[in-house]
């Protein structure tokens, strides 16, 4: 059995992922080799100070916290248990789309940021997580850089907003990483207009 | 009462069955999200979110996989949307105009509290790419196996060695490189 194939196996080793088969195989390649017997002993320092990290400090009576939290939250008027019950209108869909897509034109970075990749960045996110982001940039940013307010309503009443505008108005490599009216699902629309609920940009 | 009846109960209506999954995984999916993230305050915001996903899946879960599983993948998936939202707000420059605190390892009076040793340990975790970090918490902490891990993560085991393998090699260089050899 050579090094590569054994270091792989070492990790599995200290970490109690091999079987007893396994670590007699392993076992006797030790023996015989003192530089995986040096990697072995490397790997265990690192996992004592690993061993270390297991105890974080947590504040003080925080896991009775969350059951009540979490049931304020599901069981409070238009919390959870409601929403599950509640049919939006047809035309949420695309209004919603439209306020997310906006905010996604307005949060584009400009040119000081030079040639980062916004289509990298988003690469992953849920429509709901995109929103978020955009929206707690709308609270937390100087005014100076929060898009207009007209723009924003601009862009909810234009409901003919289409993938074709956009992408004139977007590269076309971000474009790929966005939803628009006709990419978003019914849950994505209606995870995005539970979070605009609480927000006051309509 | 095993988990899948408190499911049956709670589809039927009954929401203090809900209240004792929550109470049977709250620890666990705490602690997995904090070892994610490093992080109490967005490790409590993934608590939440990832129970209250529950609460609308669970409406119409199949018990195709355990409740377990389920929700460790709920929760793997919820702390990965956070660390992707934190990449688009480094990106867009948010965190800059108004982290004044900031994550935990950006504080040097916490980082003493906490220990030189934990602080490095969480700054290691930190650097892995996020396929690595989901499989070094799941396995390393969790002690979970290669199975449960790939059914959570729905890929293969000879995947998940890999990333167990690089993950702990990375840390083990980060830790070296700090500490000196």
């Known amino acids: 059995m050579g090094h590569d194939h054994i270091e792989q196996r070492l990790t599995d080793l200290v970490t109690g992922g091999l079987a007893d088969g396994e670590k007699n195989e392993v076992q ?50 238009g919390g959870l248990r409601s929403l599950l019950d509640f049919r939006w209108p047809h035309l949420a869909a695309p209004i919603g789309a439209a306020i997310l897509v906006t905010g996604l034109l307005t949060a584009i970075p400009s040119a000081n940021q030079g040639t980062r990749n916004l289509a990298a960045a988003t690469r992953g996110l849920e429509a709901g ?40 108005m977007l590269d076309e490599n971000v474009m790929q990483e966005l939803k628009t009216v006709d990419e978003l699902d019914e849950e994505e629309i209606e995870i995005i207009l539970r979070r605009l609920e609480t927000r006051t940009l309509l | 009462m095993n988990d899948l009846e408190l499911v049956e109960r709670f589809q039927k209506g009954d929401e203090a069955a809900f209240n004792e999954l929550v109470h049977r995984y709250k620890d666990k999916v705490y ?89 490095l340990v969480e700054e290691a975790i930190r650097r892995l790419p996020e396929k690595q970090r989901a499989v070094f918490v799941l396995r390393f902490y969790d002690q979970l196996s290669y199975e449960e891990i790939a059914e959570i993560l729905n890929t293969s085991v000879g995947g998940l060695k890999a990333n167990f393998f690089h993950a702990m090699r990375k840390i083990e260089e980060y830790v070296k490189s700090v500490h000196g050899s």
């Open chain 1, 28 to 77: 006797e390649h030790l023996d015989s080799c003192p530089l995986c017997r040096e990697r072995l002993a490397s790997l265990r320092k690192t996992i004592a100070v690993l061993e270390q990290s297991r105890h974080s400090k947590v504040p003080e009576g925080y896991f009775g916290t969350i059951l009540p939290r979490l049931r304020q939250r599901i069981d409070r008027p």
């Open chain 1, 129 to 168: 997580d995109l929103a978020d982001v955009y929206f707690d940039e709308l609270q937390i940013t100087p005014l100076a850089t929060t898009p207009p307010e007209d723009l924003a309503k601009g862009a909810v009443s234009g409901l003919d907003l289409s993938k074709g505008l956009l992408e004139v």
């Open chain 2, 31 to 119: 602690w997995t999200a904090r070892r994610f993230l490093q992080d109490h305050d967005e490790a409590d915001e993934v608590v939440q979110q990832s129970f209250l996903k529950a609460y609308k899946g669970l409406k119409t879960f199949r018990s195709d996989s355990g409740v377990f599983t389920w929700l460790y993948r709920i929760t793997v998936n919820t702390a990965l949307n956070v660390l992707r939202k934190q990449r688009a707000r480094e990106f867009l420059g948010i965190d800059e105009l108004t982290s004044e605190s900031g994550p935990e390892s950006d504080r040097p009076d916490e980082q003493y509290e906490r220990g030189e040793e934990q602080a």
